[in-house]
């Protein structure tokens, strides 16, 4: 079992809509958790993290962990096309991050 | 700018010959990372470093060598490229290794080996 589960999509939606991406760990030893943002042919770019449990907000992005069932969570509100990429959930260990394969999400106007 | 930057973007290469893709970072990080992505494996790391002179293993580290002299630099070098590492690198760093969750990227190289 991987240590942090992802599904890959592709994910298609209009503009406008709210998204929810979906991510699943495992071994809770580490509390930090991050989202990762990634446009073609460009690196990943850090959206935001969170520490342990509970919710996080910046503009139309909130991030959420439940540690009791082990799901990350990235909503996006008010979806735009400039929105469309791949978004990696990944988890900090033991000096790496450990990272899910990735959503691809393609917001269409 | 704060940035991570890399060199060469692209690069193709034969089985066997020695090649380093460079990696330098502008705002004084003390951890440093290696990783490579390829499709439905994501993002694995291959060598990290926690300062100067100290670097470590990641989950894919062979057939790669890396070193850290400087604290702005370093550098991913394959010995003796072969075709299954072909892939998509990027180099990371962060202040301090116990601040890692908040990694920034290089651009990435990708790399083709023949």
């Known amino acids: 079992q991987k240590e942090v589960e992802q599904d890959p999509g592709p994910l298609s939606v209009p503009e406008g809509a709210i998204v929810s991406l979906n991510c699943t760990y495992s071994?809770?030893?580490?509390?930090?958790f991050m989202w990762y943002r990634q446009y073609s042919r460009k690196g990943p770019e850090l959206l935001m993290y969170?520490?342990?449990?509970g919710n996080k907000e910046d503009g139309r992005f909130t991030a959420q962990v439940d540690k009791s069932s082990k799901y990350i969570s990235l909503f996006i509100r008010d979806s735009q096309p400039s929105d469309s990429a791949t978004y990696l959930c990944?988890?900090?260990?033991?000096?790496?991050?450990?990272f899910g394969q990735g959503t691809r999400l393609t917001i269409n106007p | 700018e704060a940035q991570v930057t890399q060199n060469p973007r692209y690069l193709i290469t034969v089985t066997g010959k020695k090649l380093t893709v460079t990696c330098s970072q502008n705002?004084?990080?003390?951890?440093m990372s290696w990783y490579r992505q390829d499709p439905g494996l994501g993002l694995r790391q291959i060598y990290y470093?926690?300062?100067?002179?100290?670097?470590d293993k990641g989950d894919v580290p062979e057939g790669y060598k890396v070193s850290r002299k400087e604290k702005r630099n370093f550098p991913l070098i394959l010995e003796s490229p072969s075709p299954n590492q072909t892939s998509l690198y990027f180099c990371?760093?962060?202040?301090?290794?116990?601040?890692?969750?908040?990694?920034?990227f290089g651009p990435g190289t990708r790399l083709t080996v023949t």
């Open positions: 470093s926690m300062n100067v002179e100290v670097t």
């Open positions: 969170t520490y342990s449990s």
């Open positions: 990944a988890k900090a260990g033991a000096q790496k991050l450990v």
């Open positions: 990371a760093s962060s202040l301090k290794d116990n601040a890692i969750y908040e990694q920034y």
């Open positions: 071994n809770s030893a580490f509390q930090y």
């Open positions: 705002m004084n990080h003390e951890y």
